[in-house]
């Protein structure tokens, strides 16, 4: 009964099973060729042909590792808090301590709405544009009175206005071009670009004393932006755009510093509450909260430095073992000739 125990605890603890099974693949694989070769060729060359042969199969697949960032692999990249700037004007950043945040004059921007109406983009006009009664789907209206179907119109035109520049971003982005001067330098980030920093947002939002958000639906995601970093592919690349941009970047050995900003804002307290059976409200940004400013670094990690030290570590094991042989083959072979020498 105690045994079963044993191998139960065993089976369970993830670490352990992990060794376990390590160890039975020493023992079973480089073992059973280390027994064949000290069998054939002597304890002492079997032990270094063996050792040869396993950091030169260590050297490959660290390289493997290190290329691809993969297997036993470091820290990854991740954003990191610089600092939480609160504003009452429309992203005003002038308060931020990152020098590079106060060039930031978003609220000198239209809102994306006006720039939907304002233009002759039919994409954007047909997903953000004016709302009536003749826009919306004849079947979406099948039963309802006159009076819910105001109420749906006044509320999608309310979500329209509401349009972020993100938003439009991702649909419309010739739009945004026309005013990228007035981002002072940064770029700004559609909703789908900026999935891992509106994340990262998230969390340090929830977790600071400063704020009460309980999750991140307490707050709307507003824009994002980013600054610095490599430079990447330009707009509609081609082929030898994206070997070009490969190849630049793989020579650039040192990597500029990038920050990024994500910008949220309470919601309205209509859109926390959730009616049973309905699907949940849009989420409004209540305009009269302050607009907070989330500044962000990008921490690069040490994704490829342990394999690269696995790599270059084993290749050297591999070479002085490698070297040892070689000594080894030329000592025998002259006390062979030797041996012939003295024969004859």
Same mark, same amino acid.
């Given at each position: 009964?105690?045994?079963?125990?044993?191998?139960?605890?065993? #089976?369970?603890? +993830?670490?352990?099973?992990?060794f376990?099974?390590?160890?039975?693949?020493?023992?079973?694989?480089?073992?059973?060729v $280390? %027994?064949?070769?000290?069998?054939?060729? @002597? &304890?002492?060359?079997?032990?270094? %042909?063996?050792?040869? #042969?396993?950091?030169?199969?260590?050297?490959?697949?660290?390289?493997?590792?290190?290329m691809y960032?993969?297997?036993?692999?470091g820290?990854p990249?991740?954003?990191?808090?610089?600092?939480i700037?609160a504003? !009452?004007?429309?992203?005003?950043? *002038?308060?931020? #301590?990152?020098?590079?945040?106060?060039?930031?004059?978003?609220?000198?921007?239209?809102?994306?709405?006006?720039?939907?109406?304002?233009?002759?983009?039919? !994409?954007?006009?047909?997903?953000?544009? +004016?709302?009536?009664?003749?826009s919306?789907? +004849?079947?979406?209206?099948?039963?309802?009175?006159?009076s819910?179907?105001?109420l749906?119109?006044?509320?999608?035109?309310?979500?329209?206005?509401?349009?972020?520049?993100?938003?439009?971003?991702?649909?419309a982005?010739?739009l945004?071009?026309?005013? #990228?001067?007035?981002?002072?330098?940064?770029r700004?980030?559609?909703?789908?670009?900026? @999935?891992?920093?509106?994340?990262?947002?998230?969390?340090?939002?929830t977790e600071?004393?400063?704020?009460?958000f309980?999750? &991140?639906?307490?707050?709307r995601?507003?824009?994002a932006y980013?600054?610095?970093?490599k430079e @990447?592919?330009?707009? *509609?690349?081609?082929? $030898?755009?994206?070997?070009?941009?490969?190849?630049?970047?793989?020579?650039?050995?040192?990597?500029?510093?990038?920050?990024? %900003?994500?910008?949220?804002?309470?919601?309205?307290?209509?859109?926390?509450?959730?009616?049973?059976?309905?699907?949940?409200?849009?989420?409004?940004?209540?305009?009269?909260q302050?607009?907070?400013?989330?500044?962000?670094?990008?921490?690069?990690?040490?994704?490829?430095?342990?394999?690269?030290?696995?790599?270059?570590?084993?290749?050297?094991?591999?070479l002085?073992?490698?070297?040892?042989?070689?000594?080894?083959?030329?000592?025998?072979?002259?006390?062979r000739?030797?041996?012939?020498?003295?024969?004859?």
């Amino acid at each position: 009964m105690q045994m079963l125990n044993v191998i139960a605890g065993l #089976a369970w603890d +993830p670490q352990m099973r992990g060794f376990m099974a390590v160890l039975t693949g020493v023992v079973v694989l480089i073992g059973s060729v $280390w %027994i064949l070769l000290s069998t054939n060729s @002597g &304890t002492r060359l079997g032990t270094l %042909i063996t050792l040869s #042969a396993f950091f030169g199969w260590m050297t490959i697949l660290g390289i493997v590792w290190w290329m691809y960032g993969i297997g036993y692999k470091g820290d990854p990249p991740t954003w990191q808090q610089v600092e939480i700037v609160a504003s !009452v004007d429309q992203g005003d950043l *002038d308060l931020a #301590a990152l020098d590079k945040a106060n060039v930031l004059r978003s609220e000198a921007l239209p809102s994306a709405y006006d720039l939907v109406i304002d233009s002759d983009n039919a !994409v954007a006009i047909a997903e953000f544009g +004016p709302v009536t009664r003749e826009s919306l789907p +004849p079947g979406d209206l099948v039963g309802m009175s006159d009076s819910e179907i105001d109420l749906i119109v006044e509320q999608t035109q309310a979500a329209h206005e509401a349009t972020t520049l993100s938003e439009l971003g991702a649909i419309a982005p010739e739009l945004i071009d026309e005013d #990228a001067d007035a981002f002072g330098g940064w770029r700004l980030l559609t909703t789908a670009e900026s @999935g891992e920093e509106q994340t990262s947002a998230g969390a340090f939002l929830t977790e600071s004393s400063d704020f009460d958000f309980g999750s &991140t639906g307490d707050f709307r995601i507003l824009n994002a932006y980013t600054v610095g970093g490599k430079e @990447g592919l330009p707009d *509609d690349p081609n082929r $030898w755009d994206r070997i070009y941009t490969q190849f630049k970047s793989a020579i650039t050995i040192t990597h500029p510093t990038r920050y990024g %900003i994500i910008q949220v804002q309470r919601v309205t307290p209509e859109s926390l509450v959730t009616i049973p059976g309905e699907a949940p409200p849009r989420a409004m940004a209540d305009t009269s909260q302050p607009i907070i400013s989330v500044v962000m670094v990008r921490d690069l990690g040490n994704l490829r430095v342990l394999p690269a030290l696995v790599a270059i570590g084993s290749g050297l094991m591999f070479l002085a073992l490698v070297y040892m042989l070689h000594e080894r083959d030329k000592e025998a072979m002259r006390r062979r000739a030797e041996f012939e020498t003295e024969t004859t």
